[in-house]
């Protein structure tokens, strides 16, 4: 289709350069030879174009159709310097009828969203397989996070090149399609995160929480560059992103703040090392958020935070301490005080 198209324009730029030079002036000026010859060739393209945009077309096809009109054409053959100025004098209009370029614009994006559900779905089951295996945040970002988007970012960055407006609606089918695939994300990670035997016991479920946590700053931040196309109905799809991906990081956050609570043994009476629990628990919330991005990392500190007044404030507050001396009294003292700073030094350090 290129080459025909390219073939056209140059046949068109062709022939009225020899009717400029050889052809309109053998006739009188009044007989106005080179409108006859511009309004034809004008009517016999656009009869190509259309027969054209009648034809069912695949994707790159349409993109092609859709740029050559819009931008090839005005700037190969109504820019040319011999030939453009005499087809714009003419005041000719567009090749295609308005309603034309609408209907294979609507085409497009119809056409390129069932590619992109296809195509984003299988992405997420063959990242879901993997998913029981030890794998890292690394491998989660460069393999899920940038296949996903990588798929949605040909068209973003493709549509507009054609016109703003198509650029538009392009990211409009896109931030739905982005949303549907959210969604199922987030089933997909609850389920896996919360369903009985789905996660091995052991040190790898922190690792895959935090892994699977962090494929949420790379779709916030396309969801958002997605809804910035200004799309009239663009605020509500961008809150269902939001919304899922809420929902994705606060299951992980749960997973984290269970097994932290588990492995550091936050409990009355088994403080242990503060400086170590600080600094363990300052790594892993470390790396559930990468580069800065995102906030979710606050998530997990305000429900590590709200499972220790549950866990261990609140049952110490509601017991009852029985010292049948000053010297037992000055020890559980002494015992509740160091407590308090190691938790007051832990939060502090988060």
Known sequence: LGARLAALAARVVGDLGVVRSHVAPAYPPEYGALGVYARGYHRALAQ???????????????????????????????????????????????LLPPETQR??????????????????????????????????????????????????RAHVDRAPQVTPEFGREMAHSLLGVLVAFL?????????????????????????????????????????????????????EPRRQAHAALDRVSRACGHVLT?????????????????????EELCWVLGWVT???????????VSELHRRVLIEYVRPLLQGRLVCASAKARARVAARLGDEARQLRELFTRL
């Open 103 to 152: 209907d294979l614009e609507s085409s497009c994006i119809a056409a390129v969203k069932a590619k992109v559900e296809v195509a984003v779905a299988q992405e997420l089951q063959l990242s879901e397989d993997t998913w029981p295996e030890d794998v890292t945040s690394q491998d989660m970002e460069e393999g899920l996070a940038t296949r996903i988007t990588g798929l949605l």
């Open 48 to 94: 190509q174009l259309r027969a054209l945009a009648q034809r069912p077309l695949a994707v790159p096809d349409l993109y092609l159709l859709l740029d050559w009109h819009s931008n090839a054409y005005p700037r190969e053959v109504l820019g040319h310097p011999e030939v453009g100025a005499l087809l714009r004098a003419q005041e000719l209009g567009p």
């Open 258 to 278: 269970r097994r932290l609570l588990e492995d550091l043994k936050v409990s009355p009476g088994r403080g242990g090392d503060s400086q170590g629990r600080g």
């Open 290 to 300: 990468p580069r800065g991005c995102g906030g979710h990392q606050w998530v997990l």
């Open 183 to 235: 969604h199922s994300f987030q089933r997909k990670v609850e389920r896996f995160l919360e369903g009985p035997g789905e996660v091995p016991p052991g040190d790898g479920a922190p690792g895959r929480a935090i892994a699977l946590a962090n494929c949420c700053p790379p779709f916030r931040a396309f969801a958002e560059r997605l809804a910035q196309f200004g799309h009239p109905e663009s605020e």
